[in-house]
Nanobody, 114 residues
Framework: QVYLEESGGDLVQPGESLRLSCKWS??????VEWFRQAPGEQRERICD???????SYEDFAKDRFTISMDTASQTVYLEMRSLKPDDTGMYYC??????????WGTGTLVIVSG
């Protein structure tokens, strides 16, 4: 069963912005991470955020990506700015429960082209 659902992926032009959403439907999620996977590449971590609101980013994401969490709606957002063709890929979120149990969404596709 899938407990996290990503949305917001789209075809955009270089330089544009996009906001992805990750909504979870299972209790106990205390940390949400965003990952992405470019065609033919390994999945890479982008950032994460805890229920306290503390976030951490990989170096490549620090300047252009912002993660935020709305606990009331059980949704995490990923704001992406100044998008580049290299940002093209499937974007996934992962929710972590105490004890390390992790749940993945099925992904949302971002294509940066133009």
């Amino acid at each position: 069963q899938v407990y996290l659902e990503e949305s917001g992926g789209d075809l955009v032009q270089p330089g544009e912005s996009l906001r992805l959403s990750c909504k979870w439907s299972i209790g106990g999620i205390y940390l949400v991470e965003w990952f992405r996977q470019a065609p033919g590449e390994q999945r890479e971590r982008i950032c994460d955020i805890g229920r306290s609101g503390v976030a951490s980013y990989e170096d490549f994401a620090k300047d252009r990506f912002t993660i935020s969490m709305d606990t009331a709606s059980q949704t995490v957002y990923l704001e992406m700015r100044s998008l580049k063709p290299d940002d093209t890929g499937m974007y996934y979120c992962k929710g972590v429960q105490p004890g390390g149990m992790a749940h993945w969404g099925t992904g949302t596709l971002v294509i940066v082209s133009g």
